[in-house]
C-alpha cells in the first residue's frame, strides 16, 4: 500500500438544520464554489466529496446534505450512522430555525447511535448574515455562543453562502474535530476496503 493511502482518511460530514436555511448553497459553495439564488429542496439525502489538507493528511470530507422537511426524519437513521461531525445550520434571520437546533441536535445523537454522545463533535454555523445588510437579524451572536456552550463549546461560525464568507473555515474546523475525536476509521476508495488505525494522540483544537 503506498503512502497516499495510508495518510488519506475519509470523514462523514452530517450537514442539518431546518428546510431552507441554506444547507444546500453552503454545501455547493463550498465544493464547487458555485451559489444559486433559486432555491430547491433536498429530497432525502445526497452527498458530495472534497478533498482538505489538514496539517500532513489528506482528508476526503464526505459531505451528506440533507432534507430539512419533517417528513424526511424518519430517514434520518440510515443517513446519520457512521457519521465523523455534525454541522447544525440555522438561519440568523429566522428565530424557528435557531430554536429547532435542540432537537436536531438530540434528534441526531439518538438516531447516529454514535459511541460517545457526549464527546461527539459539532459545529455550529449560523447562516445568511448577508441578508439585508444584518437589519433583519433576529438571533445575536451571544445568543448563538450561550447556546454553544450550553452544548459542550460547539465552535460556532457566522457564514454567507452568497458571499462566501467564513464556508472554508467552517468545514476546514469540521474536519479538524472530527480527526481529532477519530481513533479507527475504515475508509472507502473504488475497488481498496481497509482499515486505518490511528493510535496517536492529537492535540489541540481549530482556531475557531
Given at each position: 500500500m503506498d503512502i497516499s493511502h495510508r495518510n488519506r482518511t475519509l470523514l462523514k460530514v452530517i450537514?442539518?438544520?431546518?428546510?431552507?436555511?441554506?444547507?444546500t448553497s453552503l454545501i455547493n459553495q463550498y465544493v464547487y464554489n458555485k451559489?444559486?439564488?433559486?432555491?430547491?429542496?433536498?429530497?432525502g439525502a445526497d452527498f458530495v466529496t472534497r478533498e482538505v489538507q489538514v496539517d500532513d493528511?489528506?482528508?476526503?470530507?464526505?459531505?451528506?446534505?440533507?432534507?430539512?422537511?419533517?417528513?424526511?426524519?424518519?430517514?434520518?437513521?440510515?443517513?446519520?450512522?457512521?457519521?465523523?461531525?455534525?454541522?447544525l445550520?440555522?438561519?440568523?434571520?429566522?428565530n424557528k430555525t435557531f430554536e429547532t437546533l435542540n432537537n436536531w441536535h438530540d434528534e441526531f445523537l439518538k438516531q447516529s447511535d454514535a459511541n460517545d454522545p457526549e464527546g461527539f463533535p459539532f459545529v455550529l454555523l449560523g447562516n445568511k448574515v448577508d441578508v439585508n445588510g444584518?437589519?433583519?437579524?433576529?438571533?445575536?451572536?451571544?445568543?448563538?455562543?450561550?447556546?454553544?456552550?450550553?452544548?459542550g463549546n460547539m465552535p460556532y461560525f457566522e457564514t454567507s453562502a452568497k458571499e462566501n464568507y467564513n464556508i472554508e473555515e467552517a468545514f476546514l474546523c469540521a474536519a479538524k474535530t472530527a480527526l481529532e475525536n477519530e481513533h479507527e476509521t475504515e475508509i472507502y476508495f473504488p475497488g481498496i476496503s481497509e482499515t486505518v488505525s490511528e493510535p496517536e494522540q492529537r492535540g489541540g483544537g481549530c482556531a475557531c
Open positions: 450537514v442539518l438544520g431546518d428546510s431552507g436555511v441554506g444547507k451559489y444559486s439564488p433559486q432555491y430547491k429542496a433536498t429530497i493528511k489528506i482528508v476526503t470530507l464526505q459531505i451528506w446534505d440533507t432534507a430539512g422537511q419533517e417528513r424526511f426524519h424518519s430517514l434520518g437513521a440510515a443517513f446519520y450512522r457512521g457519521a465523523d461531525c455534525c454541522v445550520v440555522y438561519d440568523v434571520n429566522i444584518g437589519q433583519t437579524r433576529m438571533v445575536s451572536v451571544k445568543k448563538a455562543k450561550e447556546w454553544c456552550v450550553s452544548r
